[in-house]
């Protein structure tokens, strides 16, 4: 059983930057790949960033694709998404999510465990 708690969401200007963070608890933290998805009200959940296991495959949604970094310390079983220039339309509810495989993608269907959520705001 893992479980997930994200922090680090709140209220920003455009263009600023956010730093979230996810606490992972259970042993299997450094063998699985994680996740970091979002949703806007009125909308479906969106894929933001995958990271693998060992920190040395990552993938993003084209819509934060050199804006966004996600990274992983497993000594501390977290990982981070880095959000800079943020921009209004970035506002959603910021999921992360773990998948017991070693790599994963962008389908939501694949993640096993997924922490409450933290809310991004970006203001314009």
């Known amino acids: 059983q893992v479980q997930l708690v994200e922090s680090g969401g709140g209220l920003v200007q455009a263009g600023g930057s956010l730093r979230l963070s996810c606490a992972a608890s259970?042993?299997?933290?450094?063998?699985?790949?994680m996740g970091w998805f979002r949703q806007a009200p009125g909308k479906e959940r969106e894929f933001v960033a995958t990271?693998?296991?060992?920190?040395?495959?990552?993938s993003y949604a084209d819509s934060v694709k050199g804006r966004f970094t996600i990274s992983r310390d497993n000594a501390k079983n977290a990982v981070y998404l880095q959000m800079d220039s943020l921009k209004p339309e970035d506002t959603a509810v910021y999921y992360c999510?773990?998948?017991?495989?070693?790599?994963?993608?962008?389908?939501?269907?694949?993640?096993?465990?997924w922490g409450q959520g933290t809310q991004v705001t970006v203001s314009s």
């Open positions: 999510a773990a998948d017991r495989r070693a790599y994963s993608g962008s389908d939501y269907r694949d993640y096993d465990y």
């Open positions: 259970g042993s299997t933290f450094s063998n699985d790949a």
């Open positions: 990271i693998s296991w060992s920190g040395g495959d990552t």
